[in-house]
């Protein structure tokens, strides 16, 4: 599916020479799919691209599972501490509301999950880098207006080196996702 939308909108890339490129990213795997037998699989130039240019990353329209929420800010948390640039990750999400038994009401538990998880990330001390979470207003210049839920909202996450004061030698902090 990614590859048919590179395909249709490969209109908008071509007069930067921009290229687009679809490649694996399991968040359940610690690692990146490298058999060259498997479809959109990363070769040594493609981890080493990755690890050397991102800047930008973007998850859209998947915080709907509370495992695949974890999974997706332990592999945002991986990535981030192996790129070599300070990196700004920009996510969607939408507040689903659901009637549960457990609470009898109508609930967004998904999304008190995923705001929970950016709550971690923002608060790790000790390490080399520093996550700064914040909304962002859609109230942007936009080429396509989304305006079928009203529940959506967009978060930017800013990947920086954290203030040498701050670190802590010997101690990692690792996410308790």
Not at 12 to 41: I, M, Q, Y
Not at 153 to 174: D, F, I, Y
């Amino acid at each position: 599916m990614c590859q048919q939308n590179i395909a249709l909108n490969s209109h908008l890339t071509a007069p930067g020479d921009g290229v687009v490129k679809v490649r694996e990213l399991d968040w359940l795997k610690d690692g990146l799919c490298t058999d060259p037998k498997a479809p959109f699989s990363w070769s040594e130039e493609d981890i080493s691209d990755l690890y050397s240019h991102t800047t930008i990353l973007l998850a859209a329209e998947v915080f709907y599972d509370d495992d695949l929420t974890d999974a997706l800010f332990k592999t945002l948390y991986r990535l981030a501490h192996k790129l070599k640039n300070a990196c700004t990750a920009i996510l969607s999400v939408e507040k689903r509301l659901n009637f549960t038994l457990s609470h009898l009401d109508v609930t967004c538990e998904a999304y008190d999950h995923f705001r929970s998880c950016l709550r971690q990330l923002e608060q790790l001390e000790g390490g080399p880098l520093r996550f700064a979470v914040e909304p962002v207003d859609a109230a942007f210049p936009q080429h396509l207006v989304y305006e079928r839920i009203q529940q959506l909202e967009l978060w930017k996450v800013r990947v920086e080196p954290a203030p040498r004061h701050v670190a802590s030698p010997g101690r990692t902090p690792r996410l308790s996702l």
